[in-house]
């Protein structure tokens, strides 16, 4: 449960840092990479521990779980990275903060945390990436909606078929008593 909730932190930090740019409000978006990435380094780690926790999972192997772990460190260097180069360029920055160019103050620090911010966003998509073995047992099945006409009565049971092999098939519904 926590890894979902950190989960959807970071994904609602990717929707701040998204809608509200550097340049616009630097608060709402500094909040939003805090979750994106913060809270998003929680969630891998946290679901590295389970997979480590949980190695019978069909899909699941020991260089798929030590490859989650080695990307849940180096992304832990580079948020490390990111925050301490960020920290550089506190008040350092140039009059138009969308044009850095190499003769500024920082200018280094200031590439450095683009950088590391850069490579962290590629390392998640990445992490996951790494769910695709195990999701490849997943299975669909199909929804089943039951409807009472009155308390204590039978139901009639609706179901909806849909032909798998082209997504486009003909819909059958049935109807019967249970």
Known sequence: MAALVMGLFSAFGIS???????????????????FAFGMGLVYCCLQ???SFKLPDIPGSSRNLRVGRL???????VFILTLMIAAA??????PNNPRKWTPDE??????LTSTISEWLMA?????????????????????PEIMFR??????????????E???????????????
Do not use: W
């Open 16 to 34: 701040l840092v998204g809608n509200f740019q550097e340049t616009n409000v630097v608060v709402v978006h500094l909040i939003g990479a805090f």
């Open 48 to 50: 590295t521990y389970l």
């Open 70 to 76: 080695a990307i849940c460190i180096l992304d832990a």
């Open 88 to 93: 550089f360029t506190i008040g350092e920055r």
């Open 105 to 110: 103050p920082m200018y280094g620090a200031h």
């Open 122 to 142: 590629f390392l998640t998509c990445l992490y996951l990436a790494t769910f695709t073995p195990e999701f490849k047992y997943f299975e669909m099945i199909k």
């Open 149 to 162: 006409d009155t308390p204590g009565v039978s139901a009639i049971r609706i179901t909806k078929d849909i």
């Open 164 to 178: 798998p092999q082209t997504g486009d098939g003909p819909e059958k519904f049935s109807e019967g008593l249970t």
